[in-house]
């Protein structure tokens, strides 16, 4: 039987990993729609490759583009964010929802009340919103996959076990490319260097936020609510070597864990699957003969202040892993546009998680709440920025 995919995000990294295992799998699968950014050649050349219905852009200028670049191709077409939400809610099997950032909770939720299969690579609907995301997701009878690499390695790892019976729930960090830097260093970098990831090919935005370790802050929210466990039983380690994804510590001591070669169409694989393990060419499995060693250790949030603040914020619940979200895309943002230092983007998602903790105490009720939280700790956060 033929499986419907839409992918969201499909012009980034991982929208472009899963495209190239459907064009493996071409029998497998049909593609209803494809949503991107802002590059409508890139979103038309995936729609072509992929025979997609519809393409979606979110970038309401770029409609023009796309529908001039689909011209012929019988591909129906669409620019602004209800043509996202309509490709998010077209007929599908699975969605794949890989939109970077805050920008992808509206579509993901909108898949999710239709009760879809989502396939989740944006953390960020978990951080802006998870109580109200994984109730509606309950209420609607949708079923979510991890597609993040930890938390694919870490649902594989806990297989048919109990989280009651969990003690731990690990999640693994390759350091970044300052993982040996002394701080003086790390303050004085660049976007391009901070940017300059040992191991993983992601988008600027993620590369910036592996590098602060905000990404492992950002992935403890999510953990804590896809797999219902309490903020006491998550941790990061750092690996630099990044084929041990997740670790689960069992109460008898028993330790289970993720390994995979740092392929995130390994991860996609498994969701595409759904339950069905999918080959992958050109893949690699794990030798660990040939690897010769792996090595752990205990992050610094000293160094890394982020991962310190993300915790906080999770420990804290309420709306505080909204406000940080929110606060920090904004400051990697003007770090990337030269406007601020390393360790200002610590600096100005530590203050609005303090400016708004009395303010919002409460986790947001739905998504509408989150995003206008959101884009209230934005237009904050800029304003903090321009002071």
Not at 15 to 44: E, I, M, P, Y
Request: charged residues 20%.
């Amino acid at each position: 039987m033929t499986c419907t995919v839409t992918v969201l995000g499909a012009t980034g990294s991982i929208g472009r990993s899963t495209a190239d295992l459907l064009d493996q799998h071409r029998g497998r699968f049909r593609v209803g729609a494809v949503a991107g950014g802002r590059d409508a050649a890139a979103l038309a050349r995936v729609a072509r490759d992929l025979g997609a219905s519809f393409a979606a852009l979110a970038d309401p200028a770029g409609g023009r583009d796309l529908a001039q670049a689909l011209a012929g191709s019988g591909i129906a077409c669409g620019a602004g964010p209800a043509a996202v939400i309509e490709a998010a809610t077209r007929d599908a099997d699975l969605v794949v929802a890989a939109v970077s950032g805050a920008a992808g909770l509206a579509p993901t939720h909108a898949a999710i009340r239709l009760g879809r299969t989502v396939a989740l690579a944006n953390k960020e609907s978990l951080v802006c919103a998870g109580d109200a995301f994984m109730r509606d997701a309950r209420r609607f009878g949708a079923r979510i996959l991890p597609m993040d690499s930890e938390h694919n390695a870490l649902a594989q790892a806990i297989g048919e076990g109990r989280v009651e019976d969990i003690t731990r729930m690990t999640i693994t960090a390759s350091g970044g490319p300052f993982r040996t830097a002394p701080r003086e260093r790390i303050a004085a970098a660049s976007a391009a260097e901070a940017a300059a990831h040992p191991t993983w090919s992601m988008g600027m935005k993620i590369n910036i936020d592996s590098a602060t370790l905000m990404n492992k802050g950002l992935e403890l929210v999510e953990a804590h609510h896809l797999f219902a466990i309490d903020a006491g039983r998550l941790d990061v380690v750092v690996h630099p070597q990044s084929i041990v994804h997740g670790l689960v510590t069992w109460r008898d001591g028993a330790v289970t864990a993720g390994l995979a070669m740092p392929d995130m169409r390994v991860p996609i694989a498994h969701c595409l699957g759904i339950g069905e393990r999918l080959s992958i060419a050109r893949g690699r499995a794990v030798d660990l003969a040939a690897t010769g060693s792996l090595t752990f250790e205990r992050p610094d949030e000293e160094r890394f202040p982020c991962l310190r603040i993300a915790r906080a914020a999770l420990a804290a619940g309420g709306a505080q892993p909204t406000v940080m979200n929110a606060a920090n895309e904004i400051a990697v943002a003007a770090f990337i546009a030269g406007r601020i230092g390393f360790y200002d983007i610590a600096a100005l998602v530590e203050g609005a998680c303090e400016g708004f903790a009395a303010r919002y105490p409460a986790a947001p009720a739905d998504v509408e709440e989150a995003l206008a939280i959101d884009a209230e700790v934005r237009r904050w956060s800029e304003a903090r920025l321009a002071a």
